[in-house]
């Protein structure tokens, strides 16, 4: 089973950067696409960054494209988040998730993290 624990967050200046991380504990990462979603209060989880399996082919949201990198390495079942340029307005709390296919639909997503908190201040 698919056990995702996220780290990384933190609070960090606009303009800055932070790298999360995404551990899948349970050790069954294979064959999963992988992706980021986040959420603030009193608004729905907003589609980040995925990930195919093998790693080649990564897709961001508009909001994220060009300041935010989606990466994996299998061998240590981990997916990262490298996010530079951030803004206030990527304040958030951050989850990782796991899908069988390449997806920005939360529904599709079978396996989730806690979530991370990310504070970027103005």
């Known amino acids: 089973q698919v056990q995702l624990v996220e780290s990384g967050g933190g609070l960090v200046q606009a303009g800055g950067s932070l790298r999360l991380s995404c551990a899948d504990s349970?050790?069954?990462?294979?064959?999963?696409?992988m992706g980021w979603f986040r959420q603030t209060p009193g608004k729905e989880r907003e589609f980040v960054a995925a990930?195919?399996?093998?790693?080649?082919?990564?897709y961001y949201g508009d909001s994220v494209k060009g300041r935010f990198t989606v990466s994996r390495d299998n061998a240590k079942n981990t997916m990262y988040l490298q996010m530079n340029s951030l803004k206030p307005e990527d304040t958030a709390v951050y989850y990782c998730?796991?899908?069988?296919?390449?997806?920005?639909?939360?529904?599709?997503?079978?396996?989730w993290g806690q979530g991370t908190q990310v504070t970027v201040s103005s």
């Open positions: 998730a796991a899908a069988r296919l390449l997806t920005t639909a939360i529904d599709q997503y079978d396996y």
């Open positions: 990930i195919t399996w093998g790693g080649n082919v990564p």
């Open positions: 349970g050790r069954t990462f294979s064959g999963y696409a």
